[in-house]
């Protein structure tokens, strides 16, 4: 079994809006090769769906470990063959159920082992998406990923259906596409915090809490508490997710660049913010996260 020294495992290319793209790469050399596919959300789903994506391949022998990083990114995988194993807090690695819901999470504590063959259908959400679609607290999914049918919340369970009936990656995007479109039709109206939670997420930072709260008429304890139900963190804890992910994708498309250089890019008061974060969100060194070859990208 080897472990990655990687901070993603796929490099993802979403395109042009409601466009596709792909990348075929080798992980860790011959014995592992896996293949993505990827689309953006169309227009009418857009503010609440950032994207989809497919990974299939195979990884020989002993499998791949993937540490998985702190990341603001909230999710539903459908697995269409053997599910990945998971690993949490340095535990044994146990089978994930055959299709899960993922919040944001805060700290480094999952491992994944990827064996076998690989064949997984992904739905990346806005930061509030999924509270808007589905009206579930976001609070409650925060660093934990949870089996949708735990959630029991049948026109989740539907989504998933739709996508395994489709036979390919072009007609699930469309089954995904249009059921979610419909569950939108009769979600809750976008509220100014929707707004937000995105602009932080486009522009990989945020303004302060009491200048957040002030815009949207509120005091900063009833920010935090809304925000934590809507995305799932405090607005600060999320917005640095945010801002050390973007370090990291800026890294691997330009690895010349120093480290110092990245804390300042992108607003660190020095190299040693920077290295909390790392800490914080991986249990390891900036050096240690980003490989020779760009590897896994979950941009969602």
């Not at 900063?220 to 963190?233: A, C, E, S, T, Y």
């Not at 498309?253 to 913010?273: I, S």
Request: aromatic share 6%.
């Amino acid at each position: 079994m080897r472990e990655a020294r990687l901070h993603h495992l796929i490099v993802l290319n979403l395109g042009r809006a409601g466009g596709c793209g792909g990348s075929a790469i080798s992980t860790t050399g011959a014995k592992t090769m896996i293949s993505a596919l990827a689309c953006r959300a169309s227009p009418a789903v857009a503010t609440v769906v950032r994207g989809y994506r497919e990974r299939t391949g195979f990884s020989a022998g002993s499998g791949v470990v993937v540490p998985l990083p702190g990341r603001p990114a909230q999710f539903l995988e459908v697995y269409l063959d053997t599910p990945y194993r998971v690993s949490i807090d340095g535990g044994v690695f146990d089978a994930t159920p055959e299709a899960v819901v993922v919040g944001p999470s805060s700290r480094h504590s999952a491992r994944l082992l990827l064996a076998g063959p690989v064949a997984a259908f992904h739905v990346a959400f806005q930061p509030t998406g999924f509270q808007r679609l589905f009206g579930v607290g976001m609070g409650q999914l925060s660093d934990v990923a949870v089996a949708t049918g735990d959630l029991g919340l049948k026109p989740l369970d539907e989504l998933v259906d739709r996508i395994r009936l489709a036979s390919d990656f072009p007609s699930r995007v469309r089954a995904a596409d249009h059921w979610l479109a419909h569950q939108l039709a009769q979600a809750r109206a976008a509220e100014p915090l929707d707004h937000l939670a995105r602009l932080i997420r486009r522009t990989n930072g945020a303004p302060q809490v009491a200048r957040m709260a002030e815009r949207l008429d509120l005091s900063p304890r009833q920010l935090q508490r809304r925000f934590i139900d809507h995305v799932g963190l405090t607005p600060k804890l999320y917005a640095r997710t945010v801002r050390f992910e973007s370090v990291l994708e800026a890294r691997e498309r330009r690895p010349d660049l120093t480290w110092t250089a990245l804390a300042h890019r992108f607003g660190y008061f020095d190299q040693a913010h920077l290295l909390r974060d790392a800490h914080a969100f991986t249990g390891m060194p900036p050096s240690a996260l980003v490989s020779e070859a760009a590897a896994m990208s979950d941009s969602s």
